[in-house]
């Protein structure tokens, strides 16, 4: 299952104006990849490019209904403390995912590194939209180029 497994990571904050391309090159970036035989997409669940990455997914399984989201998310209560509009947003992928994964019952520090770890070790290539050297997103590419992934940055198309 690894080698037609994809994962995403990328930032939290989205430049709004950036936010129709990177959704155009995000879109073609995983055509192109169904279009290899990948299957299955393993997403996070943060705000900005995993909501928008999960969105992609769920939208381009009109198309492809053999696709697959995965949720694998840090903890229960990851979206306690974000907008109405948000969890509203969040709620409705969890509803619209094929599985949801909970790589811990509740939070702790050094949970979201879990999550991004397990999504790293589960897939083949990462999808990301990395633009800064630090971080959490960052982190987790360099962890996937460790682990042999592939990645594909959609913030350098």
């Known amino acids: 299952m690894r080698e037609k497994t994809i994962c995403f990571t990328g930032h939290r904050k989205i430049p709004l104006e950036k936010k ?28 900005g490019f995993d909501t928008m990455a999960e969105q992609a997914v769920l939208s381009l399984k009109e198309e492809y209904p053999q696709i697959k989201l995965i949720l694998v998310l840090p903890c229960k209560s990851q979206a306690n403390a974000w907008s109405t509009e948000d969890k509203e947003v969040y709620m409705e992928i969890i509803r619209k995912a094929d599985k949801v994964v909970y790589t ?11 999550r991004n770890r397990h999504l790293v070790d589960y897939s083949s290539v990462c999808v990301c939209y990395l ?16 682990k042999g992934l592939s990645i594909e940055n959609v913030a350098e198309k």
Do not use: H, P, W
């Not at 990177?22 to 997403?43: D, M, P, S, V």
């Not at 811990?104 to 879990?114: A, H, L, N, T, V």
């Open 20 to 47: 129709d391309e990177i959704t155009r090159q995000l879109k073609e970036t995983l055509i192109q990849l169904i279009n290899r035989g990948y299957l299955y997409f393993g997403a996070g669940g943060a705000l």
């Open 104 to 114: 811990s019952q509740e939070y702790f520090r050094g949970c979201m590194q879990k």
């Open 131 to 146: 633009t800064q050297d630090t971080g959490g997103s960052a982190y987790t590419v360099r962890y996937a180029i460790s």
